[in-house]
């Protein structure tokens, strides 16, 4: 955590052009052509900086195998489907999807598999992991991706993408920056004059909130290009990330390193940086184009209705003691909502072409404290 070259690069760029907003600053450490963190490196696993979901246990992927065969039937089973991931990891996660997809035929024969992925390490991994799957492309972007009906999966995607901060004054909102210190040390600051207006779309929630709180917003362009390609070519998109279900303040701009937490600004491009997801903000912006919204809903309480609590049960039943104790502390991380768990800390959200009125463990859920089975 140390040796950052592109701590260097960012500060000669805050003594040229200026205090650097926190967008900029997270762009710039995930994605800087040669120090970026997620442009060389493989980041997961006990030896990397975090664990995912689909490496916690193969049930997690598996059932979204059998929530994507679910969506197609519902999209009246289209003889062509492109199953798109967006940051797919080592590809445990379709690897796991696509050996549960196997059991039904006529969807594995109408597959055409699209991996989103900019990070040459992770395309390595992925293209070891995928070997044996015929009609299975890669792309840096999501526009690359043919036309066609499509189910979109996107675990731990939109925690990553760049976020802006803003701090309440007196006189209105500030654009938060990293500037310098007198000690040659990054630090955090606020614009000097405040965003004209800004309030003026806020939620209530938020205006309401207190001088000297922040507020973290992403723009809409990435939900709302998911939600215009399932809207006017067919199809779903299911987003899976840490978040809140309803907008409002709080910094939650965080560097990951080790599996602990570790200083934003210390060794930047050395650390994942992310910032939680707002559910409520992803789910206006994908109606705002005319997507069908289902959800959002707790990890846990997705996986619950999926059937992972059967899915474990028959994993455990072939099993030795040893594995039986593996798969159920696995069951108990994705989806205890106690401290460790992703039960709780993690949502679904899953968008639509309108005419898909219901989708699979989503679609009777009525939001926050809702407890229908």
């Known amino acids: 955590m140390t040796d950052s070259p592109l701590l260097n690069e960012i500060k000669a760029l805050i003594k040229s052009s200026g205090p650097m907003p926190v967008w900029r600053y997270m ?22 900086d975090f664990t995912t979901a689909p490496e916690v246990s193969q049930m997690f992927g598996e059932l979204l195998g059998l ?42 024969q109408a597959l055409q598999v699209h991996m989103v992925e900019v990070n040459p390490v992770l395309r ?49 909102w500030h654009e938060r920056v990293v500037d310098i210190d007198a000690n040659d040390k990054l630090q955090f600051g606020a614009a000097a004059d405040p965003t004209p207006r800004f309030d003026v779309l806020l939620p209530p929630l938020v205006r309401a909130a207190p001088v000297g709180a922040v507020f973290e917003w992403r723009p809409d362009s990435e939900i709302m290009k998911l939600a215009s390609r399932v809207r ?24 990951i390193a080790r599996h602990t937490f570790a200083d934003p600004l210390k060794a930047p491009g050395q650390a994942d940086i992310t910032a939680h997801v707002d559910f409520q903000a992803l789910s206006r912006a994908a109606e705002d184009v005319g997507a069908r919204v289902h959800g959002p809903m707790t990890q846990g309480e997705f996986l619950k209705r999926l059937g992972v609590d059967t899915r474990a049960a028959a994993l455990m039943q072939k099993a030795t003691p040893e594995v039986s104790a593996d798969i159920a502390a696995a069951l108990k991380r994705l989806t205890d909502t106690g401290r460790g768990g992703m039960g709780s800390m993690f949502k679904v959200l899953a968008i639509s072409e309108p005419r898909l009125t219901s989708l699979a463990a989503l679609s009777d859920h009525v939001g926050e404290g809702d407890d229908a089975s």
């Not at 992991?129 to 979109?152: C, F, K, M, Q, Y």
């Not at 006017?232 to 560097?255: C, E, K, M, V």
């Open 27 to 48: 762009e710039l450490c995930l994605m800087h052509p040669r120090h970026g963190y997620y442009i060389a490196r493989d980041p997961l696993g006990r030896e990397g």
């Open 67 to 108: 929530w994507t065969a679910s969506v197609w039937k519902q999209m009246g089973s289209p003889q062509l489907l492109r199953l798109i991931e967006l940051g797919p990891g080592r590809g445990t996660m379709m690897a796991d999807a696509l050996r549960a997809l196997r059991v039904l035929p006529p969807l594995y």
């Open 124 to 172: 390595e991994r992925q293209k070891t992991t995928l070997s044996g799957v015929r009609n299975i492309t890669w792309h840096a972007t999501i526009d690359d991706v043919p036309e066609g009906p499509s189910i979109i999966l996107a675990n731990e995607y939109f925690d990553v993408l760049p976020i802006h901060q803003m701090v309440k004054r007196e006189n209105g």
């Open 232 to 255: 006017d070519q067919d199809g779903a998109a299911l987003i899976i990330d840490y978040g809140h279900l309803r907008s409002d303040a709080g910094d939650t701009f965080q560097a």
